[in-house]
């Protein structure tokens, strides 16, 4: 061990490093005076929004609503984000309790929304091959600190200051962009995605707009419109809110809008609440909800389709921090980590096993210290750190335990040669052979292939795996956690 420190140290470094150090730290220094400088720009900027959005916003908007105390705390301002990854940035206010705990019910009632359709996710490109733009995001904590944009036909490229329409040549290495991407990923490193919008010439003044579809429309006691997304973003339009076409040349109205549609809306500030509120300055339609059913029946028997499903858990891991009330804290210490702090709530239906033979654990066999592999549901709550329903949580876990994947099957294919394709919500292709094993959850009942249907929860164990879109793997084993319509498969879903 000393030998080799003591090698490393002895590397010669090449010439001019010293002076390439210096003139980074010096740009360094440059870089944090003119962050200064832009920080107390828009603080006085935000503090003149505050003053504008409470004669602009509806009342509801400007009157924090009974019991919702993260409304009641503050308003922010947008910087092209979605709302959850805001929520992720955020400050806890320590003098707030109520805002800074949340209950097991709130939880589960968090469980039960719908996981958005996009993702938002941002950084500097450093390489374009293949119809594919590597980006990199130097913030640190970031969600996904590299992410591989799967660009394809539908892939909507835009500027990010007027919408209009680019292509992948007007983008070059150095670019900064903003991309909404399939919650659906490779598991690769760096993860691979499908595309749904990019925005490029992204000016520093302006909000890049979200990319969301309405979930529900519908008119409040105060006789506002409230538009829903499935962003946790509830639009308010005002009267000078501008509906356009996404090209900008139709002017169009709110009542062209409808439930399933894909819109991109622009706005400066929002609330804290959950749902989070705006009155945005312009919406513009991407997609009637009629095309996006007609495209997603012809890509129905195409396995390209397959990034575009959500997963219906998470796999978090790390190291336990906190056991109390039902609740484990998990820290995960991995640079880069897309829930750095995430506390896992135990229900009733949540499987605790042993990674490496399956068997039933309980609560009072993990301690403080022990590392742990869990799956979670996809709805978090937005306290920080966020906290998820626990769907299964593995321990005893050593360093060559290899911890299966759990995920539900959404499909099972047959190819004319005999191959059986389980097609999973993970975006992960089984490819089972003579050597696959096939058990029930706790080992004791051998099942085969056939056993296996569309709904089922699994485990599928495998040592290596394809990094395409859908990823592929020839599993060894493949455990039934659920078969469709149980207890813990509900909990899934």
């Known amino acids: ?61 400007r009157t924090p609503q009974e019991g919702d105390a993260a409304s009641q705390s503050r308003m922010v301002p947008s910087d092209g984000q979605t709302p959850e990854a805001a929520a992720f940035t955020a400050t806890e206010n320590p003098d707030d309790a109520s805002a800074a705990s949340v209950s097991p019910e ?3 009632a968090a469980a039960e929304n719908t996981a958005p359709s996009s993702i938002r996710v941002y950084g500097t490109v450093t390489q374009i091959e293949n119809g594919q733009i590597l980006l990199e995001n130097d913030e640190e904590g970031a969600a996904y600190p590299q992410i591989l944009l799967n660009l394809t036909d539908d892939t909507l490229i835009l500027s990010g200051e007027d919408c209009s329409q680019k292509t992948l040549s007007d983008i070059t290495v150095g670019d900064t962009l903003y991309a909404d991407i399939s919650p659906a990923m490779t598991r690769s490193l760096p993860p691979m995605a499908n595309t749904f919008a990019v925005f490029c010439e992204i000016p520093e003044d302006t909000a890049v707009p979200t990319y969301a579809q309405i979930t529900d429309i519908s008119t409040g006691d105060d006789g506002y419109l409230r538009i829903t997304t499935d962003h946790e973003l509830i639009l308010i339009p005002g009267e000078d809110t501008i509906v356009l076409s996404l090209d900008g040349m139709d002017t169009l109205s709110v009542s062209d809008l409808a439930v399933g549609d894909t819109i991109l809306a622009k706005y400066q500030i929002m609330t804290m609440s959950i749902p989070a509120q705006t009155s945005p300055e312009e919406i513009r339609l ?42 484990i804290l998990l820290e995960n210490n991995e640079e880069g980590a897309a829930y750095p702090q995430v506390l896992l709530n135990i229900t009733e239906d949540t499987l605790i096993l042993s990674a490496s033979d399956y068997s039933q654990k309980a609560l009072s066999d993990i301690t403080v210290g022990d590392t742990l592999y869990a799956d979670i549901s996809p709805a ?14 593995f321990c005893d876990v050593t360093d060559d335990t290899v911890i299966p994947t759990c995920a539900q099957i959404t499909d099972i294919q047959t190819a004319e040669d005999g191959q059986v394709t389980i097609i999973t919500d993970q975006n992960l292709n089984l490819l089972p052979n003579e050597n696959t094993r096939v058990l029930s959850l706790d080992g004791s009942s051998e099942l085969s292939i056939s056993d296996l249907a569309i709904g089922d929860t699994i485990l599928a164990r495998f040592q290596i795996m394809t990094a395409s879109i859908p990823a592929q793997a020839n599993p060894e084993e493949i455990r039934v956690a659920a078969k469709a319509g149980d207890a813990q498969t509900s909990s899934v879903q």
């Open 286 to 327: 991407v997609a009637k909800s009629s095309d996006q059913t007609a495209e997603q029946a012809a890509d129905s028997s195409d396995t390209a389709a397959a990034p575009e499903n959500i997963s219906s858990s998470i796999r978090v891991n790390g190291t336990v921090t906190q056991i109390e009330d039902g609740q």
């Open 106 to 108: 709130d939880s589960a």
């Open 1 to 61: 061990m000393n030998k080799g420190k003591e090698n490393y140290q002895n590397i010669p470094l090449p010439d001019g490093l010293s002076n390439a150090v210096q003139k980074g730290i010096k740009k360094g220094k440059r870089h944090m005076e003119k962050k200064w400088i832009a920080a107390i720009g828009t603080l006085a900027a935000a503090c003149v929004l505050g003053f504008v959005v409470l004669r602009v916003l509806p009342s509801d908007l």
């Open 380 to 393: 978090m709550t937005r306290s920080i750190p966020p906290m998820s329903n626990a769907i299964i949580v």
